[in-house]
């Protein structure tokens, strides 16, 4: 019954990490539309993006992003940021984190 039990238990926790990993690779398409929007919103403006590229490298180095989960995320990336006009206007969201992320 115990051995039931514990097996039970490192089940359950080796799904939790399965599921909080996957939330992490989730989290990785803001800094994909970051990285996307001065050309999908064709700002002129935009500051030099390497400290977001840098930024973007190590998590995917970090979460362990293939190929193509990156190309999987870019494309959500881009759809999200098409999807609402407002995403590409200086009042939108994506500006101020975009401006905050090249510092």
């Not at 599921?19 to 999908?40: D, N, R, S, W």
């Not at 206007?89 to 984190?97: D, H, K, N, S």
Request: proline residues 3%.
């Amino acid at each position: 019954m115990k051995k039931t039990i514990i097996t039970a238990a490192c089940i359950m926790l080796g799904l939790a990490s399965i599921q909080q990993a996957h939330a992490q690779k989730e989290m990785i398409g803001m800094f994909y539309e970051m990285k996307l929007a001065p050309t999908v919103c064709k700002w002129t403006n935009a500051a030099d993006s390497k400290k977001l590229d840098a930024t973007i490298a190590a998590q995917e180095k970090a979460l362990g992003i293939t190929a193509s989960e990156k190309a999987t995320f870019m494309k959500a990336a881009e759809a999200d940021i098409r999807s609402d006009p407002s995403n590409c206007t200086a009042e939108g969201m994506l500006r101020p984190m975009y401006d905050e992320a090249v510092k």
